[in-house]
């Protein structure tokens, strides 16, 4: 994927790290609540799982050792 146009999870990432609100004459900076940049933080580790290859889960048998 080294296409140069910004997918919608870089744009979201971009987008709850910039300022909320700002102003220019009076200089005035609002950052974007610690909730919505947790959410953010955790819709974007989501979409990485999801992306990732297998389930996440592992099955193994096992035996006991006594057994004959």
């Known amino acids: 994927m080294s296409d140069q ?3 919608i ?3 979201i990432e971009e987008n709850a ?3 909320r ?3 220019s004459d ?3 900076v609002e950052q974007h609540p610690l909730k919505d940049q947790i959410e953010a ?3 974007l580790q989501s979409k990485k799982a ?3 290859k297998g389930l996440g889960v592992k099955f193994s048998k096992l035996s006991p050792d ?3």
């Open 5 to 7: 146009s910004p997918t």
């Open 66 to 68: 006594g057994t004959t």
């Open 41 to 43: 933080d955790k819709y």
């Open 21 to 23: 609100k700002a102003s």
């Open 50 to 52: 999801a992306a990732g």
């Open 9 to 11: 999870e870089d744009a």
């Open 17 to 19: 790290a910039g300022p």
């Open 26 to 28: 009076s200089v005035s």
